[in-house]
């Protein structure tokens, strides 16, 4: 069975920082991204990172936020740093077989029950 397990949200501070892990089991997958999700509005990527070290952020996030694997360990992980209050979301993990590159959640079969990242002003 294919579970994706999310940890290390929580509450901080603007201009905090917050690591997020997901863990895969069951199986390995080439592609694992991260997505989020605010009150109200759609789900939106990320980053994503390919089992090769390949990885792709959204335009947006750039600069502030890192996207990293343990292939070892089955584990992505998502390093945010200097958080606004508009991060404020579910961040979720999601995996898919495919190198498409898409960033569309669609695209994406597996995904995690989604941690919560608040960031207070």
């Known amino acids: 069975q294919v579970r994706l397990v999310e940890s290390g949200g929580g509450l901080v501070q603007a201009g905090g920082s917050l690591r997020l892990s997901c863990v895969a089991s069951g199986r390995t997958f080439s592609n694992m991204a991260w997505f989020r999700q605010a009150p109200g509005k759609e789900r939106e990527f990320v980053a994503r990172s390919w089992m090769s070290g390949n990885t792709y952020y959204a335009d947006s996030l750039k600069g502030r936020f890192t996207i990293s694997r343990d292939n070892a360990e089955n584990t992505l992980y998502l390093q945010m740093n200097s958080l606004e209050p508009e991060d404020t979301a579910v961040y979720y993990c999601?995996?898919?077989?495919?190198?498409?590159?898409?960033?569309?959640?669609?695209?994406?079969?597996?995904w995690g029950q989604g941690t919560q990242v608040t960031v207070s002003s």
């Open positions: 999601a995996a898919t077989s495919s190198l498409s590159l898409s960033v569309r959640a669609t695209d994406y079969r597996y």
